[in-house]
Nanobody, 123 residues
Framework: QVQLVESGGGLVQAGGSLRLSCAASGGTFSSHGMGWFRQAPRKEREFVAGISWSGDRTNYADSVKGRFTISRDNAKNTVYLQMRSLKPEDTAVYYC????????????????WGQGTQVTVSS
């Protein structure tokens, strides 16, 4: 059983930056692909970024390519999402999730989820 706890959300002006962190406990973090998802009010949850178990492969939604960077530190059992050039449409609750395939693909089945952290971007 993997427990995930996100942190780093907050209020930021458009054009600003935030770095989200997701600390994992339980299970074997380094064997899991990890992903970041988000859900805005009245919208479905969407994939944002994913990273393979080793960190050598990453995937991004088109809407965040070139602005967001996912990374992981297996020694610290933590995955990060660096967000730059934030836009009001990035406002959402951001969730990290873990999957067993190890790829961090947007199509993997993510079995474990954190509680989410709110990101609000003001215009």
């Amino acid at each position: 059983q993997v427990q995930l706890v996100e942190s780093g959300g907050g209020l930021v002006q458009a054009g600003g930056s935030l770095r989200l962190s997701c600390a994992a406990s339980g299970g074997t973090f380094s064997s899991h692909g990890m992903g970041w998802f988000r859900q805005a009010p009245r919208k479905e949850r969407e994939f944002v970024a994913g990273i393979s178990w080793s960190g050598d492969r990453t995937n991004y939604a088109d809407s965040v390519k070139g602005r967001f960077t996912i990374s992981r530190d297996n020694a610290k059992n933590t995955v990060y999402l660096q967000m730059r050039s934030l836009k009001p449409e990035d406002t959402a609750v951001y969730y990290c999730a873990a999957e067993f395939v190890g790829s961090g693909s947007p199509w993997s089945r993510y079995n474990y989820w954190g509680q989410g952290t709110q990101v609000t971007v003001s215009s």
